[in-house]
């Protein structure tokens, strides 16, 4: 399949809040397309930029080099569904960069636990290992975000309540018919287990 890579700066205003590290980072960011497989609109691409500083905002932070964006969906796991791989590419559904129609239109960042879970497999070196690896993901999830925007995520019960929520949701489209994704619990057992990780937020459980 015909490629078409574009390497960019991860953090091309400097508003990283994070100092960055002493010797530069021998790979930046980058977002390979794969032509014919994703196509980005403008909002997209826009979309793109925001969860690559994003990305950097949480590599920096926890010591580890940049991660590299491809564009497509993970045949292994089904249209939608993102893949973060333990070499530092992530595999982006386009989806999690398509404007958010429903109940939760207009809210731009309601799909930000999706992209802190992937990341909490890199940043934590966990992958493989079954429910028991994704749901602790899911807890530093919560973490990530408020790295990686803090300026919305301003706390961690907030990551909290918005983690719960996104679980929530995919509740929902399993209770419809949608697959329990490869290698995790069901979402009830999910947010059971993120609520018992965070007592003092009290989130409902199903």
């Known amino acids: 399949m015909e490629r078409t890579q574009h390497n960019v700066s991860a953090d091309?205003?400097?508003?990283?809040?994070?100092?960055?590290?002493?010797?530069p980072l021998a790979l930046a960011a980058a977002v390979l397309l794969l032509a014919g497989c994703a196509t980005l609109t403008p909002a997209q691409q826009d979309k793109l930029a925001d969860y690559k500083l994003f990305?950097?905002?949480?590599?920096q932070a926890y010591g580890?080099?940049?991660?590299?964006i491809m564009v497509g969906d993970s045949n292994a796991y089904g249209d939608g569904v993102s893949l973060m791989r333990p070499d530092g590419w992530m595999i982006l559904s386009p989806t999690v960069l398509t404007p958010v129609t429903g109940r939760y239109a207009g809210f731009a960042y309601s799909r930000d636990f999706a992209f802190a879970h992937e990341l909490g497999h890199y940043v934590t070196n966990r992958f493989g290992c079954g429910p028991n690896c994704e749901s602790a993901v899911n807890v530093e999830a919560v973490k990530i975000l408020t790295v990686g925007r803090p300026d919305f995520w301003t706390s961690e019960q907030r990551a909290f309540n918005h983690s719960v929520s996104f679980i929530w949701s995919l509740k929902?489209?399993?209770d419809k018919g949608r697959p329990v994704v490869k290698g995790?619990?069901?979402a009830c057992q999910e947010i059971a287990d993120l609520v018992a990780h965070y007592p003092a937020y009290g989130g409902k459980t199903c």
């Open 64 to 68: 580890k080099p940049d991660i590299q």
């Open 184 to 186: 995790h619990w069901t």
């Open 55 to 59: 990305a950097h905002r949480v590599t």
């Open 12 to 23: 091309p205003a400097g508003t990283s809040p994070f100092p960055r590290p002493r010797a």
């Open 172 to 174: 929902e489209l399993q």
